[in-house]
């Protein structure tokens, strides 16, 4: 009998991805938002050793809804890197994060948040990551890597050739969206969706997200740095 | 464009508030169902897909419009070369007849080669799923209705050609 040999990998490149966390308050932490100053103080000196500054401070107060309102918190150099503070929620997003530099930005966002959870004694109802990621496929056509996840009854639907097979997964507490990339040749874009229990740790969060990406170039065949 | 990513100009539904409303189908409208609304980003990813958003990558201007027509192997080489040696825009140009020659679908990667002597290229290497006789009659379709005359503005640090896959 033959040996068996592992299907061969795709290789495979993340030139861009965007990552955005969530934490949906339990209450409005309108008190808070009173007297502004001590909550932004409080941010702003636990994100300063990783680079934030005054400068890179926005209000958001010109808005019909309070909800709306909101203090913005980006790191200038590198850039892509922001805090979205609201009365409802507070909202991270980060551009093209590695997975080596891991322990270090959950470092600074842990810091950023327990200043909010303490100083605007915001308590969190639910959290959630988001992450959206082209992924440029050098080895093989997309349509290729992706047309096995469907049946082939699938393809009968509509009439005509298909372009390009993708999927969309709902599960209780995450999805995933499989599409092709507007941005990128070759290149598919990837969004993962999961929602977190209050008391999960930044750490575990990021545990998730990492498994879920292993997992998708497990099942899609590719190989390269996540 | 695949049907998914072409979805993306629909409508689609809005962020409930935080505190009020009942949740919706995902359809409004097209799903009478009590089925409970599917967490929904806050932020940046504001439609179901996302991929609006920030979907114009920041990227080196000097291969701006590139990324989304090649495959970048080695992507910040390829593209110092191509900004060094002001290839942009006979690339950009080299989409359509490329396309008319091999097909819309067809993968187009961009490699640098060297030579024994140093001399760098980059190659256009256009993957092609069929047999050999019919790549060299693509190349040639695209060497005779484009290429030749655009060669000499490449200055020999730009080269076509394919690869059976």
Not at chain 1, 118 to 127: L, Y
Not at chain 1, 139 to 149: C, E, G, M, Q
């Amino acid at each position: 009998m033959p040996p068996k040999t592992a299907p061969e990998k795709t290789q495979a490149e993340v030139p861009y991805s965007l990552l955005e966390y969530s934490a949906i308050f339990k209450k409005p932490i309108v008190e808070a938002f009173g007297t502004p100053a001590i909550l932004i103080a409080a941010v702003l000196n636990a994100l300063e050793p990783w680079g934030f500054a005054l400068d890179g401070v926005e209000a958001k107060t010109h808005t019909e809804k309070l909800s709306e309102y909101a203090v913005i918190f980006r790191r200038s150099a590198p850039p892509g890197l922001s805090l979205t503070l609201g009365l409802g929620k507070v909202v991270v997003t980060a551009e093209n994060l590695v997975w080596a530099e891991a322990e270090h930005f959950i470092a600074q966002m842990s810091a950023a948040l327990n200043a909010i959870l303490q100083t605007g004694r915001a308590e969190v109802q639910s959290q959630q990551v988001h992450m959206g990621m082209h992924i440029q496929l050098k080895t093989k056509p997309r349509k290729d890597v992706t047309a096995r996840l469907l049946d082939p009854v699938a393809f009968t639907i509509l009439d005509g050739e298909v372009k390009f097979p993708g999927i969309i997964l709902f599960h209780d507490k995450s999805s995933i969206v499989i599409d092709a990339s507007l941005a990128h040749a070759n290149g598919l874009f990837v969004r993962i969706a999961r929602e977190h229990p209050p008391e999960a740790t930044l750490q575990q969060l990021a545990e998730a997200l990492h498994k879920d990406e292993e997992q998708l170039f497990n099942v899609l065949g590719l190989e390269g740095i996540l | 464009m695949s049907a998914l990513a072409q979805l993306a100009h629909i409508e689609q539904p809005r962020v409930p508030p935080p505190y009020g409303a009942p949740p919706k189908g995902i359809w409004p409208g097209e799903q009478p169902t009590s089925q409970r609304k599917r967490p929904r980003p806050a932020g940046a990813f504001e439609d179901i897909y996302g991929q609006r958003v920030k979907w114009e990558a920041p990227s080196d201007s000097g291969i701006k419009g590139l990324e989304d027509a090649y495959v970048f192997e080695d992507r910040s080489a390829v593209a110092a070369f191509i900004g060094e040696n002001r290839l942009r825009g006979l690339l950009l140009q080299a989409r359509g007849p490329l396309a008319a020659a091999f097909g819309e679908a067809a993968v187009k990667t961009l490699r640098l080669v060297r030579d024994d002597e140093g001399f760098r290229t980059l190659f256009c290497l256009v993957m092609v799923p069929g047999e050999m006789q019919e790549a060299r009659r693509a190349l040639r379709l695209f060497d005779q209705q484009w290429w030749v005359d655009g060669c000499g503005q490449a200055a020999g640090k730009l080269n076509f050609d394919f690869e059976l896959v």
